[in-house]
């Protein structure tokens, strides 16, 4: 299997990661109530800290399933499948609703959550079927 997707979105939510990084701590101006701001820049920063650290998981996998852990490689891709779902559902809605206004999407925010901890379980099984 290959796994320059893995790699891919690792540089994309990496790239992505350290902007929406910088527009946490610099922008949200369009936001009048300072109450409602600080809240906003709270949650975008939860958002973009899992994308950060998530990138540098996908980034790992890829290494990973490329130097040869061929008996564990379908668990890698099952991992990385569900660590990039989970940054979507979990940050990709968060900055989205921050931008939007969209509420309708929040209630999969925490499905956003789950898919990350099941992707940390299939690294533990891909761990577990790899002979290195």
Request: charged fraction near 10%; proline fraction near 2%; include cysteine.
């Amino acid at each position: 299997m290959r796994t320059t997707w893995m790699l891919l979105a690792a540089a994309l939510l990496g790239c992505t990661g350290v902007g929406m990084a910088a527009y946490a701590s610099h922008g949200l101006g369009f936001i009048t109530d300072p109450a409602v701001r600080e809240a906003t820049r709270a949650s975008l920063q939860q958002a973009v800290q899992q994308q950060l650290l998530h990138a540098i998981v996908l980034l790992a996998l890829g290494v990973w399933a490329r130097l040869g852990a061929a008996s564990g490689t379908r668990w890698l891709h099952i991992a990385g499948a569900l660590i990039a779902l989970g940054v979507l559902l979990f940050s990709g809605l968060i900055h989205l609703r921050t931008f939007t206004g969209i509420e309708a999407l929040r209630p999969l925010v925490p499905w956003g959550g789950t898919s990350l901890m099941l992707g940390w379980l299939a690294i533990g099984i891909a761990a577990l079927r790899s002979k290195n």
